[in-house]
């Protein structure tokens, strides 16, 4: 979908405090760890909204906020960064959402804790009441800490395309129970785990690449793209599958990776890019974000990711 205006984009999820704890050296599991820990503004659906801005785009950010002290710090950042909260809502007397990880020597994630029923509150009628504002955009992403109900609504009502990632392999199955067999999803993307775990596939090798990629796209997706650590990235549509290697890069933290690989693949879909550009765009975005300590690198931009250097 080519276009000379500023793409505009509507992101439905979560808007979190990010907890995110690396020892300063190995990684002893059962023990105290002596390191750091950081303490920034996050949540899956707000870091690809986030990316999304630095990028360029104009943005919606569709969410529910907590009663909170951490609410308030949560929605004065979304003001600071650009992003339009109009479709968002406060629930009163609600715990703002959490997020905790710990990091290994590398920067790779060992574990994770996440509080996040305040999500709960997206529900049907909140996306249906949006509906409107939602078509007005160029494309629309969710991402599954919204209930699968809410999904299936916003895939009923959605004029525009739809991209989702499915998060963890705990909540992918939010995906699954989207689809009654007539809803369609534009775009899916998900790492290798996750992937199996929608599919049933043991994804051990690219040749089971093909049935796992054969199996979403009879549940409804169109377009699919599965991270796979040092296997690279593989996409895919009905017309064909395309492989990518990724160029190693000195990680400080995974956190966030996904999140900016998303945000690039729909920022290349409102530039009318096909899926190798789309790709290009997604690793640069996800390279740039791992090499900081935060969930977003502030250094991101359009020209960054659309350099061919």
Known sequence: MPTDKTPRIAVIGGANIDLIASPSGRYVPKDSNPGNVNMSF?????????????????VRFATVFGDDDFADGLRKNCDEIGLDTSL????????????VCINDENGDLVSAVSQMELMDSLTPSFIEARMDAFNACDAVVVETNVPAESI????????VPVFADTVSTAKAQRILAAFDGTRRLHTLKMNRLEAEELTGVDISGLADLKPATAALHDMGVDHIFIT???????????????????????????TGAGDAFLAGVVFAHCLGKGPQDAIRCALRASALTVQCEGAVNQSLTAEYVLSDE
């Open 228 to 254: 796979m650590g040092s296997m690279g990235v593989y996409y895919h549509d009905a017309d064909s599958g395309i492989q990518w290697p990724t160029t190693p890069v000195k990680m400080v933290s995974s």
């Open 88 to 99: 968002s809502e406060r629930i009163r007397g609600a715990l703002s959402s959490v997020y």
């Open 152 to 159: 299936a609504a916003l895939l009923d009502g959605c004029k």
């Open 42 to 58: 996050g949540g899956v659906g707000r870091n690809i909204a986030h990316n999304l801005k630095l990028l360029g785009c104009d």
